[in-house]
Nanobody, 120 residues
Framework: QVQLVESGGGLVQAGGSLRLSCAASGSFFGINIMGWYRQAPGKQRELVASITSGGSTNYADSVKGRFAISRDNAKNTVYLQMNSLKPEDTAVFYC??????????????WGQGTQVTVSS
């Protein structure tokens, strides 16, 4: 009963910026880890960044110093600020969340994805 909806993708020139948002809705007690993954055509889905409920972050080496993940726990929303974008960042970006239900169990959920295209 949890839904994740991404927004903010689009077309941008190399060196530009985009800000992705992902809002969780439904019935749950809380959200542990939220993250962003990306998948380019013909490639494996890979972790871009993640953030815990307490604000601890992890980033893929390829995006360190360029991307910043954040979250608003009151809104159940996670963001990904992407700066200095490169053509190799082009992919479908997916939001993920590890959700704690009111019975005390964790379940993973995925959004539908949002396209990010960076032109050279």
């Amino acid at each position: 009963q949890v839904q994740l909806v991404e927004s903010g993708g689009g077309l941008v020139q190399a060196g530009g910026s985009l800000r992705l948002s992902c809002a969780a809705s439904g019935s749950f007690f809380g959200i542990n880890i939220m993250g962003w993954y990306r998948q380019a055509p013909g490639k494996q889905r890979e972790l871009v960044a993640s953030i815990t409920s307490g604000g601890s972050t992890n980033y893929a080496d390829s995006v360190k110093g360029r991307f910043a993940i954040s979250r608003d726990n009151a809104k159940n929303t996670v963001y990904l600020q992407m700066n200095s974008l490169k053509p190799e960042d082009t992919a479908v970006f997916y939001c993920s969340a590890s959700v704690l239900n009111r019975r005390g169990s964790l379940s993973d959920y995925w959004g539908q994805g949002t396209q990010v295209t960076v032109s050279s």
